[in-house]
């Protein structure tokens, strides 16, 4: 998942677009990898399903609390500063949960990371369409999806990995798992992977301060407005729509991911650090698999019509992955990510399409959409308590027809040009995604 930000101008720079891909591996590595976590997390702390929810709850719930805030910050103190805060703050979250493996320093520690990449994710979009050229900015934008991709499909695996070797570190063992033998407890050995993360982020954190960024310069549509703006834009209709079609992708698109591990553990058996995580990995893989589909589609069919037909796929994959047995859950919840895949850029651009001004304050308010990914895990695992995780990860179908609903109501002022005929379009003409 990722915000749509639009500002930019000069300055154009292939080696900081490419800096700006790297960071948006960054964000998705330490994003993604609470769902394979889950399993061992309640192992560890001997957590029932709500007090594990929390821990998503605390990462996308800065998500909110940042989302506009950044925009505003970045106004006044520019790009880099904000980076840089931002970064530091996921290090902090990441080696005090290193240092202190609890359950609370967990919820504090997953706080401190999803501020982080809420600013970073507010700072970087304008930064790379400045750096890689207005012209460029589609096309960069979905390569960042890939790099976005990419690093969740990697993530579970890095966590595998690590789990798999530590147990059995010895002489022979490669130079990263004796170190992390040496300083992650014998009974915690997914700990280790935010012993990566904090590695990660002061290298991200040297690296930033010694590049230089371009200027930004900002239409006046483009800007993060004041408070009134935003009350003005929360008073819509429109808004409100489209506020909660991001709140309920997000919810969705986490619903699905941190819980497929301790699904597949609870209903058919299955170990969470193999078949667990290979399945979380394949979720993020689909997803970016099908981003590359959407290019094709949204050239071809009104992204309205795309959007109904991916949800409704989406449903049927669910009902799949809930109800059938082991195998085609295995199947079926990879699936789930590749229906999911258009979701996050068509909403976005129906909603930023759907209003003639104040893009820059309607984008921050979007962009606090994703505190769904906070509520949703949490509705899940509470349910899941009382009823069961299947009963839980039914709400899904709710989130999943909402979306779906989106596609109905949707009104757009320009919709997304495709090769059909000009007679054929239903308003007028552009790009909306």
């Not at 109501?409 to 003409?429: D, E, H, M, S, V």
């Amino acid at each position: 998942m990722n915000s749509m930000a639009e500002p930019v101008r000069t300055g154009r720079n292939p080696y900081i677009a490419a800096f700006i891909f790297l960071i948006f591996f960054v964000i998705s590595l330490l994003t993604n990898i609470i769902g394979p976590l889950v399993p061992d997390i309640i192992k560890s702390f001997n957590l029932n399903l709500t007090m594990v929810a929390v821990l998503p709850f605390s990462f996308f719930i800065a998500y909110g609390v940042m989302s506009i805030p950044a925009g505003m910050l970045i106004e006044r103190y520019k790009e880099k500063k904000i980076m840089m805060a931002a970064f530091i703050s996921a290090f902090g979250g990441a080696i005090i949960f290193s240092l202190v493996p609890r359950y609370l320093t967990a919820v504090l520690s997953l706080f401190l990371i999803g501020a982080g990449m809420a600013a970073l994710q507010v700072a970087i979009n304008p930064l790379l369409r400045a750096a890689g050229g207005e012209e460029n900015f589609a096309f960069n934008s979905v390569l960042a999806q890939l790099f976005f991709g990419g690093a969740s499909f990697l993530s579970p695996r890095i966590y595998s990995h690590f789990v798999r070797n530590l147990g059995s570190a010895g002489a022979e063992s490669p130079i990263h798992i004796k170190l992390m033998s040496r300083i992650v407890p014998n009974d915690l050995p997914w700990v280790s992977v935010y012993w990566l993360f904090a590695f990660i982020v002061l290298i991200m954190i040297v690296a930033l301060a010694a590049v230089r960024f371009p200027g930004v310069e900002r239409k006046p549509e483009e800007k993060a407005g004041a408070w009134s703006t935003h009350r003005h834009l929360l008073g819509k209709s429109t808004v409100i729509l489209f506020f909660f079609g991001i709140f309920a992708y997000v919810g969705t698109e986490q619903g699905v991911a941190n819980w497929i591990s301790q699904f597949l553990y609870s209903y058919h058996g299955l170990d969470p650090q193999t078949a667990g995580a290979r399945t979380v990995s394949w979720f993020w893989g689909l997803m970016t698999i099908g981003c590359l589909l959407g290019l094709v589609l949204l050239k071809l069919f009104d992204s309205r019509k795309i959007l109904v037909g991916f949800s409704l796929a989406a449903m049927a994959f669910l009902t799949l992955a809930l109800f059938g047995p082991g195998p085609t859950a295995l199947v079926a919840f990879p699936l789930i990510g590749f229906s999911a895949s258009v979701m996050w850029s068509i909403i976005f651009s129906l909603a930023l399409n759907s209003v003639d001004s104040h893009h820059g304050s309607f984008s921050g308010i979007l962009c606090t959409g994703i505190i769904g990914g906070a509520f949703l895990p949490l509705v899940i695992g509470r349910l899941g308590d009382r009823f069961g995780l299947r009963a839980g990860m039914t709400v899904l179908y709710l989130t999943l027809a909402y979306i779906l609903i989106i596609g109905f109501l949707a009104r757009p002022l320009i919709t997304n040009k495709t090769l059909q005929p000009l007679k054929k379009k239903t308003a007028g003409t552009g790009s909306a995604v």
